[in-house]
């Protein structure tokens, strides 16, 4: 399995940006298909992106397609969503995962999940 670590959360005020980046080691990173999810208070954890082995192919949930990208380095065993034009309703912690299957469920099974990372948007 590969282990999984977030950074970048934080408070930011309606119509900031974000970046957040996913830190992996252990197994190969290039190896995986990987994402990002997010859970807010009371509600069930859902997709937010995915990106492919080789960062050529992505797709994400409709609320936040146009405002937020999914990038990786497989150099660096990184990956990111950079978030703009953030709302009150991206308030969530955020998760990154690895080895989503199939490729273009938005209800992918999940290898490995990082511990999350708190974003927070005031209006």
């Known amino acids: 399995q590969v282990q999984l670590v977030e950074s970048g959360g934080g408070l930011v005020q309606a119509g900031g940006s974000l970046r957040l980046s996913c830190a992996a080691s252990g197994r190969a990173f290039s190896n995986y298909n990987m994402g990002w999810f997010r859970q807010a208070p009371g509600k069930e954890r859902e997709f937010v992106a995915a990106?492919?082995?080789?960062?050529?192919?992505?797709y994400y949930a409709d609320s936040v397609k146009g405002r937020f990208t999914i990038s990786r380095d497989n150099a660096k065993s990184t990956m990111y969503l950079q978030m703009n034009s953030l709302k009150p309703e991206d308030t969530a912690v955020y998760y990154c995962?690895?080895?989503?299957?199939?490729?273009?469920?938005?209800?992918?099974?999940?290898?490995?999940w990082g511990q999350g990372t708190q974003v927070t948007v005031s209006s």
């Open positions: 995962a690895a080895d989503l299957m199939p490729w273009g469920s938005r209800s992918p099974a999940v290898s490995s």
């Open positions: 990106i492919s082995r080789a960062g050529s192919g992505t």
